[in-house]
Nanobody
Framework: VQLQASGGGLVQPGGSTRLSCAAS????????IGWFRQAPGKEREWVSFISSREGRTYYADSVKGRFTISRDKAKNTVFLQMNSLKPEDTAVYYC?????????????????????WGQGTQVTVSS
């Protein structure tokens, strides 16, 4: 079971990029997926989430209206479209997956609730 995050790079402020989270060894559609990010010297923070069945999506306030999470079932991949990027979006971005039942309604914000993690991809927003 592996997750592979990709798509990061250097982006100008106001620009866009799309991150991918590809799965191998399991069907990603059966798992809830979270995106997290970690800036230098800071804690890893939750960014976005998509549920496994209904495809419900949630976003951190800092990215709401700018980022969009989506699934491509045929490609077994989850995407994070990032628009109107700001320097404060600079971080290593990680995707995480979990297929278990969670009793707490906002479990998806807790990085310790995810069983599988990708390796991270760097996004740098700078002119």
């Amino acid at each position: 079971v592996q997750l592979q995050a990709s798509g990061g790079g250097l982006v100008q402020p106001g620009g866009s990029t799309r991150l991918s989270c590809a799965a191998s060894g399991f069907t990603l559609d059966y798992y809830a997926i979270g995106w997290f990010r970690q800036a230098p010297g800071k804690e890893r923070e939750w960014v976005s989430f998509i549920s496994s069945r209904e495809g419900r999506t949630y976003y951190a306030d800092s990215v709401k209206g700018r980022f969009t999470i989506s699934r491509d079932k045929a490609k077994n991949t989850v995407f994070l479209q990032m628009n109107s990027l700001k320097p404060e979006d600079t971080a290593v971005y990680y995707c995480a997956a979990d297929g278990r039942y969670h009793a707490h309604s906002m479990w998806y914000k807790d990085k310790s609730e995810y069983g599988y993690w990708g390796q991270g991809t760097q996004v740098t927003v700078s002119s």
